[in-house]
C-alpha cells in the first residue's frame, strides 16, 4: 500500500453526544490530516453494548456543524466483523491465542498477589498456564471464554513495546495478554482498531492521550499480523473545572448546548480554536486556512481546563 499520502480518522463510539473535549479532539484529528493535504475517514466504533442508535447521525451532524468534513461514506464496525474475524482466526492458527475463563475479580485477586515483575493491571496470565485436564474442566463451567492474545515468552521478563508519539515522543509500555475477543464473542477493541486502521490505509492517528498506554498493545499486534503501525499524535484532553475528564455534569458541554445558550458554530470553533493557542477563524470556510498553517509543534502539550460561561459572568 502506498504510504505517501496521510490518512487520518476520527473513530467515535456512538454512545452520546459529542462533548467539547470529543469536537476538540475531532477537530485536531482533521487539521492534522488535512494540513498534510491527506485524507480523513469516519468510523463509527460500534461494538460497544453502550451505543444508542441516534448518536451516529447527531455525532455526523454536530461534527460537519463545525465546518469539518470527511472522505467517503463513514464506516461501522458492527458491519465489519468478518474482518475482525479473519484476523482473530489467523492468530489462533498461528497459536497465538488462549482462551481465557477468568472473571473480573479472578484476575483483580491474581494481580494483587505478589508474583513476579508483571505491571499493575497487566493480566497476570492464570489461563495461560492451565493444564489441558483444568481447561476441560473450566470449559465444562459453563462460562464461554475470552480470547486473549499470548504475548512474548514465557519467562518471567514482560514484553516492553516503544510507540513513537508525534506530540509526546517516544512511549513505552508493558504489553500483556490482552483480550482480543470478549467471552460473548465481540471483538475487543484493541483488535478491532488494529484491523480497522490497516484495512482503512490510516497513516497517522490522532486521539486523545487516554489512549495512550493502549498504544504499545496496539502497536505490537500490528507487527503480530504484518502491518506496518501508523504514526501516533495522542493529543491532551479536555478537563472539567474540577480537573477530571470533562463530561455532561460539567454543564452546557455539547454542540447542542452551546447553540441553546445563543452561541454558533463559529463561537464553539474558536473557543476550541482559541483553547489550542491558533488564531480564531471569520467564518467556518477560514478553517482550510486554518489547516495550510497548521504547526502541531505550537500546540499545548497539557490539557485545556474548561470553565463553564456562567464563572466568566
Ligand atoms: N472509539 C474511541 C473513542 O471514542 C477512539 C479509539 C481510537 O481512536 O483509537 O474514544
Known amino acids: 500500500m502506498r504510504r505517501d499520502l496521510t490518512v487520518g480518522r476520527w473513530a467515535p463510539s456512538p454512545t452520546g453526544d459529542l462533548h467539547l473535549g470529543n469536537l476538540r479532539t475531532a477537530l485536531l484529528a ?30 455526523l451532524r454536530d461534527v460537519a456543524a463545525l465546518g469539518l468534513d470527511w472522505d467517503g461514506e463513514p464506516v461501522r464496525q458492527s458491519e465489519r ?50 493444564t489441558p485436564a483444568e481447561r476441560e474442566q473450566r470449559r465444562g463451567s459453563g462460562r464461554p471464554p475470552a480470547l486473549r492474545l499470548r504475548v512474548g515468552s ?10 513513537v508519539d508525534r506530540q509526546l515522543s517516544a512511549y513505552t509500555g508493558t504489553v500483556d495478554d490482552f483480550v482480543i475477543q470478549r467471552g460473548d464473542g465481540t471483538p ?58 470533562l463530561a455532561k455534569r460539567d454543564g452546557a458541554v455539547t454542540l447542542q448546548d452551546r447553540l441553546a445558550l445563543g452561541e454558533t458554530p463559529l463561537d464553539v470553533v474558536n473557543l476550541l480554536l482559541t483553547s489550542l493557542k491558533l488564531d480564531p477563524v471569520m467564518s467556518l470556510d477560514g ?13 499545548p502539550r497539557g490539557p485545556w481546563v474548561y470553565e463553564p460561561p456562567a464563572l466568566h459572568a
Not at 498506554?213 to 499524535?233: D, M, T
Open 287 to 299: 478553517l482550510a486556512e486554518t489547516a495550510q498553517h497548521f504547526d502541531p509543534a505550537v500546540l
Open 154 to 163: 514465557d519467562g518471567p521478563e514482560p514484553t516492553e513495546v516503544t510507540v
Open 30 to 59: 482533521w487539521l492534522f490530516a488535512r494540513s498534510a493535504g491527506g485524507r480523513f475517514l469516519w468510523r463509527f466504533e460500534d461494538l460497544d453494548g453502550a451505543v444508542r442508535p441516534q448518536f451516529y447521525d447527531s455525532q
Open 81 to 130: 466483523l468478518d474482518l475482525y474475524r479473519d484476523a482473530i482466526a489467523d492468530l489462533r492458527r498461528r497459536d497465538l491465542t488462549y482462551e481465557c475463563f477468568c472473571t473480573r475479580r479472578e484476575i483483580a485477586e491474581a494481580a494483587a498477589a505478589p508474583h513476579g515483575p508483571s505491571p499493575e493491571g497487566a493480566y497476570p496470565g492464570t489461563c495461560r498456564h492451565l
Open 188 to 245: 475487543a477493541y484493541n483488535l478491532a482498531v488494529v484491523v480497522d486502521d490497516a484495512a482503512q490505509g490510516i497513516t497517522e492517528i490522532v486521539r486523545g492521550d487516554d489512549l495512550l498506554p493502549s498504544s504499545p498493545r496496539q502497536a505490537h499486534l500490528a507487527q503480530l499480523l504484518g502491518i506496518e503501525p501508523p504514526s501516533y499524535a495522542h493529543v491532551p484532553l479536555v478537563l472539567g473545572p474540577v480537573g477530571r475528564r
